[in-house]
C-alpha cells in the first residue's frame, strides 16, 4: 500500500537498473495487469520475463536458451540491435531539438517524411509527392487511413475488408477485423463494413457494383499475417486495384506487419502488382525499440483530409515524436543498407522449405505450413476431434496453439500466437538473424516434432496439474 499522499513509489528504476530480479515481475502483473493471460502463460511456462541474451537469444528464468522468433514481427533486427541502439545513445547525447515539435517543422520528422516517400516511390513511382502522417500504433495508422478514407470520399461510407483479416483492436481498426471474439461485446462498431472471402475477385466485383456509390475504400493485407501467413492467389491483388479504379474506390493497403522487408520486398502490395492510395505502415518501423507508425497517402487524398484551417482536425500528441522519428529514421537506413529485403527472401526461401519437409513427415502434427519472406505459419491437426462439452470451438482451437507455443518453448524457440488464425502458431525471426541460428531453430523444431508427432502427443505431454488449471481457467 502507498501511503497517501505518496512520497515514494514501491519499485524504483534503480532497482531495475541494478538489480532487476529483485522484482517479482510476474506477481506484480498478475496483481496490477493483465492477469488472467499472465496466468495462462505462466501455467504454460511461458511467462518469463525473459533476458537477453544477443539480438536473437533470449534465456528464460530457469536459464533455458531461447531463439527467438516472437516479436510478431516487429523486432527486425531482433533485441537491443547494437548499431540501433549505439545511434539512440548518440541522439540522445547530441539532439538539440524539441522531443514533440507538435507546432514546427522538425528535420527528424522532416527526414523520415522524405524517406519513406522516396522507398515508396522507388517502387510505386505514382507516390513521388504523396505525405505521411505519424502516430504511434498499427492501430492508429489504420484509424488515420479510416478517416483520411472518409474525408477524401464524403459519400461513401461502407468499407470492403476480407475474411481472417487483422487490422488492429481500436474501435475503427477492430471494425474491420472480423474476428467474432474480438468483436462481439463491442458491437455495433463503426465504420460499416462489408467482408469478402480472400482472394476472390469475383466476390469483390459484385459487391462493388452493389455498393455503388456507398464504397469507400477496400482495405486489405498483401499477405495476412495475423490471419496466420495466408498470401492470395496470384494476380488477386492487381485485379483489386483495377477494379477499384474502375469503380472509384480507394485502395488502403496494410503493410504494418509486411512492409519493409519482412516478406522480402519493401511493399509486398506493391511487389503484387497494386499501386495503394493508402499504405500503413508500423512495427519494423521503431526497429523493436519504440512504437512508431505511419500511413502514407496520396497528394490529393491527405490534403481532403487536412486542408487548410481544418488541418489540426487529426492529430495525436506522440506523432512525430523526435526520439521516434529518430528510431524509425535509423531502422530505415539500417533495413535498407543491409538489403534486409533480399536477405528475407533469402532466408525465408530457406525456411519454409524446412518446414515442408517437416510437414510431409509429421502428418499427425502439422495440417500444412505457409511462409512469406521471413513470417512463417504452422497450422496444427486438431488436438481433440470432437467437441468438449461447456468449451467453445474455438477455445479448444487456441489451446492446441498454446500447447504448441509450450513444445516450441521447451524445444528452445520462442515463437508467437496468429491472433486471427486458430491451430496456428508463427515464427517471425529477425530479417538479420544470422544463418546458423535460422539452421539451428529448425533443428530444433525438426527435435521437437520427432518427440512430439501429434497433437494429442502434446496434450499427453503437459501435466496433470497444468491441465486442470487450464481447464479451470476454460470453464
Ligand atoms: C496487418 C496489421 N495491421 C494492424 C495491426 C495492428 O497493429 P498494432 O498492434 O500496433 O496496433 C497489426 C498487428 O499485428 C497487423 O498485423
Known amino acids: 500500500m502507498i501511503p497517501s499522499p505518496a512520497t515514494t513509489l514501491p519499485v524504483s528504476t534503480r532497482d531495475l537498473l541494478d538489480a532487476p530480479t529483485r522484482v517479482n515481475a510476474l506477481e506484480l502483473e498478475v496483481a496490477h495487469g ?71 517543422a522538425s528535420e527528424w520528422r522532416a527526414a523520415l517524411e522524405a524517406n519513406l516517400v522516396a522507398l515508396l516511390a522507388s517502387v510505386a513511382p505514382s507516390h513521388r ?47 474491420l477485423t472480423p474476428n467474432e471474439e474480438y468483436q462481439a461485446p463491442f458491437r455495433p462498431l463503426a465504420p460499416d463494413v462489408v467482408t469478402l472471402p480472400y482472394g476472390d475477385t469475383d466476390a469483390l466485383e459484385r459487391a462493388l ?43 488502403i493497403a496494410d503493410e504494418i506487419q509486411t512492409g519493409l522487408g519482412r516478406t522480402g520486398h519493401w511493399f509486398a502490395s506493391v511487389a503484387a502488382g497494386l499501386d495503394p492510395d493508402v499504405v500503413t505502415l508500423a512495427k519494423p518501423l521503431g526497429g523493436g525499440l519504440l512504437p512508431v507508425s505511419a500511413t502514407i497517402a496520396r497528394k490529393a487524398l491527405y490534403q481532403a483530409f487536412l486542408p487548410g484551417f481544418a488541418s489540426k ?31 528475407a527472401a533469402k532466408e525465408g526461401a530457406y525456411g519454409l522449405q524446412r518446414l515442408q519437409e517437416l510437414a510431409s513427415r509429421h502428418p499427425n502434427l502439422v495440417e500444412e505450413v505457409r511462409g512469406a519472406g521471413m513470417l512463417f505459419a504452422i497450422s496444427l491437426r486438431p488436438v481433440v476431434g470432437f467437441r468438449v462439452p461447456g468449451v467453445s470451438d474455438e477455445d479448444v482451437q487456441t489451446f492446441a496453439v498454446a500447447l504448441m507455443l509450450r513444445e516450441l518453448h521447451l524445444a528452445g524457440v520462442h515463437g508467437c500466437y496468429s491472433n486471427n488464425a486458430h491451430r496456428t502458431s508463427r515464427l517471425t525471426p529477425a530479417l538479420n538473424m544470422p544463418h546458423e541460428l535460422l539452421v539451428e531453430m529448425f533443428d530444433r523444431i525438426e527435435g521437437l516434432m520427432e518427440r512430439t508427432p501429434s497433437s494429442f502427443a502434446m496434450l499427453k505431454r503437459l501435466p496433470m496439474p497444468k491441465l486442470m488449471a487450464l481447464a479451470r481457467m476454460a470453464f
Open 34 to 104: 493483465n492477469s488472467d493471460l499472465l496466468r495462462l502463460l505462466d501455467i504454460l511456462g511461458l511467462a518469463g520475463p525473459f533476458t537477453v541474451e544477443s539480438p536473437w537469444e533470449l534465456r528464460d528464468p530457469d536459464g533455458r536458451h531461447l531463439i527467438h522468433a516472437g516479436g510478431y514481427a516487429a523486432t527486425p533486427f531482433g533485441e537491443a540491435y547494437p548499431p540501433l541502439v549505439g545511434f539512440v545513445r548518440e541522439f540522445l547525447e547530441a539532439n538539440r531539438q524539441l522531443g514533440l515539435p507538435q507546432q514546427s
Open 313 to 343: 482536425r487529426h492529430s495525436s500528441t506522440f506523432g512525430g515524436g523526435t526520439l521516434a522519428m529518430a528510431v524509425g529514421l535509423k531502422s530505415l537506413e539500417l533495413l535498407v543498407e543491409c538489403r534486409l529485403d533480399e536477405r
Open 209 to 251: 457494383k452493389q455498393l455503388g456509390k456507398r464504397a469507400c475504400a477496400i482495405v486489405v493485407e498483401p499477405v495476412q499475417g495475423e490471419g496466420g501467413v495466408v498470401t492470395p492467389p496470384p494476380g488477386f491483388l492487381a485485379r483489386l486495384g483495377e477494379l477499384a479504379r474502375a469503380h472509384g474506390v480507394l485502395v
Open 129 to 175: 509527392d504523396s505525405r505521411v502522417y505519424f502516430g504511434s500504433s498499427g492501430a492508429e495508422a489504420i484509424e488515420t487511413a479510416i478517416k483520411l478514407a472518409r474525408a477524401a470520399r464524403p459519400n461513401g461510407t461502407t468499407f470492403i475488408n476480407f475474411q481472417r483479416a487483422y487490422h488492429g483492436k481500436t474501435s475503427g481498426a477492430l471494425a
